[in-house]
Each structure stands twice: as structure tokens, then as C-alpha cells.
């Protein structure tokens, strides 16, 4: 069964570095998104991408962020200067009409120590 | 217009008996209503959804009510099984809507 698969699964940062989380959407699929779930709360929504290019953001969102599609598989979520409130489950997701089920991956963990 | 109310927070129910967990909603335009549920250290997975269109689905144990008019909607667990200890997420989306999740509740089932 096709799936999501993200890299890397857990991730240790110093505060002020940057990190790329990458994902790998089913291949059919032309919507993407990243959520973030800080442990034990809400999944809430980071970004959504389509025709690449970002489609709605939320307020999380802010300048620190910034995703991609370097090529035909790859989707990544970028965030240039890490901030301990940062810390949290950051899972991608993609559906193929924007509509109907979300697929999400298993998640990567990000720690900002 | 955006949120998705979910309650309870959390849920203890004895094995065999019945889960039952709430949502309601504001905007109108949403017309997908799907139910995740969450293992520890898992991505959400796609439990069960429904359309409008209908006012009941049922697979298997899981059942989703729907009440168009009072725009809520609920999962009932039924027989429940200690493997069903989660945490369930509701969600809705439509039409240039993203999916916006309930707060979640974490549901154990003691055997």
C-alpha cells in the first residue's frame, strides 16, 4: 500500500540551527501538507501546497519557515533558525484531489534543545 | 468559523462498552468529516468519514452520527477493545477548505 514516508523520524537540534524535515507524498497525490502536533495536543496546521506553490498558511506559519519541492518526489519543510518552542511532531500529509482522505506519514520528531 | 469542537478531552470506558466522542462545527462549507485516530509516537490514520448527505455510516464497531442541522457530529465505539485505546481526532474540510482538527480525545479502554 503506497504511503508517506518522512525523514529523518526523530531530530536533535541546537536552538538557532536550521533544519529541513523531508517527505515523500504518495505518487499520484498532488496536494501536500505539513501539520504540526506539539506532544500530547492539537494537530495543527502549518501549510498547504499545491501546483507548487503554497496554497494557505496558517499563522504559524511565519518567515522562519519555508517549504519546497526540489524535484518530482521530494516535499520539505524548512525552518532557518530554530526556536525551542519549535520542539514538537511535525507530520506531512498529501491527498490527490485536495479533498477527501489525508494521508499522513508517521512524523518527524523535532527536538530543540 | 474555522475551529472544530471536540469533546471530552478524555474518555475511560470498560471493555465492551461503548465509546462515544462529539464534534461540532461553524462553517457551512465544510462537507467532509473524517475521524483519525492516533497511536503513540503515530501519524494520524483515517478511521472513518462521512458526507453530508447521509446522517449515519457504520464500519464494523465504528459508527459516525451526523446532524446536519445542529452541524455536529460523533463516533461511537461500540464493544469497545482495550486495542482501541487512542487518541481520536475529528476533522472537516470542504471545497477551498483545509482540514482543521478537533482538539482530540484520548480514549482508554480498560480490559
Known amino acids: 500500500e503506497p504511503e508517506v514516508t518522512q525523514t529523518p523520524s526523530h531530530q536533535v537540534t541546537q536552538m538557532g540551527q536550521e533544519v529541513i524535515l523531508r517527505c515523500v507524498p504518495i505518487?499520484?497525490?498532488?496536494?501536500f501538507y505539513w501539520y504540526r502536533q506539539i506532544l500530547g495536543q492539537k494537530v495543527e496546521f502549518l501549510v498547504s501546497?499545491?501546483?507548487?506553490?503554497?496554497?494557505?498558511k496558517s499563522e504559524i506559519f511565519d518567515d522562519q519557515f519555508s517549504v519546497e519541492r526540489p524535484d518530482g518526489s521530494n516535499f520539505t519543510l524548512k525552518i532557518r533558525s530554530t526556536k525551542l518552542e519549535d520542539s514538537a511532531m511535525y507530520f506531512c500529509?498529501?491527498?490527490?484531489?485536495?479533498?477527501?482522505?489525508?494521508?499522513f506519514g508517521e512524523g518527524s520528531r523535532l527536538t530543540v534543545l | 468559523q474555522q475551529q472544530v469542537k471536540q469533546s471530552p478531552q478524555s474518555l475511560i470506558v470498560q471493555k465492551g462498552g461503548i465509546s462515544i466522542i462529539n464534534c461540532a462545527y461553524e462553517n457551512t462549507a465544510f462537507d467532509y468529516f473524517p475521524w483519525y485516530q492516533q497511536f503513540p509516537g503515530k501519524g494520524p490514520a483515517l478511521l472513518i468519514a462521512i458526507r453530508p448527505d447521509v446522517s449515519e455510516k457504520k464500519e464494523g464497531r465504528f459508527t459516525i452520527s451526523f446532524n446536519k442541522s445542529a452541524k455536529q457530529f460523533s463516533l461511537h465505539i461500540m464493544d469497545s477493545q482495550p486495542g482501541d485505546s487512542a487518541t481520536y481526532f475529528c476533522a472537516a474540510s470542504g471545497y477551498g477548505q483545509n482540514f482543521v482538527f478537533g482538539p482530540g480525545t484520548r480514549l482508554s479502554v480498560l480490559p
Open positions: 501546497f499545491y501546483n507548487n506553490e503554497i496554497s494557505e
Open positions: 500529509a498529501s491527498t490527490p484531489t485536495g479533498r477527501g482522505e489525508l494521508f
Open positions: 505518487s499520484n497525490h498532488l496536494y
